[in-house]
């Protein structure tokens, strides 16, 4: 059964810092690339980061570039989302997904509030 379970969530201060962690169970983490979301209030999911399996190829938003930077460990089967210089406008829950055989695994989230 695959699981994905988000922590690392929590209120910070403009231009602060948190590390979001997916821990990632139930598949062959080290076969499939990983990906982060998020969804503000109001706004619809977008994809904020992705992470491909074998050789860490990494992409992301225009919106998080140059700020967040997105990692794995595949002998922990975790992901991590390393976000700087936060803004309010970065206020969401973040979700981790995984699309394995054609289907779309996601975890619960995490929130994470940037405001002052």
């Known amino acids: 059964q695959v699981q994905l379970v988000e922590s690392g969530g929590g209120l910070v201060q403009p231009g602060g810092s948190l590390r979001l962690s997916c821990a990632a169970s139930?598949?062959?983490?080290?076969?499939?690339?990983m990906n982060w979301y998020r969804q503000g209030p109001g706004k619809e999911r977008e994809l904020v980061a992705r992470?491909?399996?074998?050789?860490?190829?990494?992409n992301y938003a225009d919106s998080v570039k140059g700020r967040f930077t997105i990692s794995r460990d595949n002998r922990k089967n975790t992901v991590f989302l390393q976000m700087n210089s936060l803004k309010p406008e970065d206020t969401a829950v973040y979700y981790c997904?995984?699309?394995?055989?054609?289907?779309?695994?996601w975890g619960k989230g995490t929130l994470v509030t940037v405001s002052s």
């Open positions: 997904k995984a699309l394995i055989d054609g289907m779309d695994y």
């Open positions: 139930g598949f062959t983490f080290d076969r499939y690339a």
């Open positions: 992470i491909t399996s074998r050789f860490g190829i990494t």
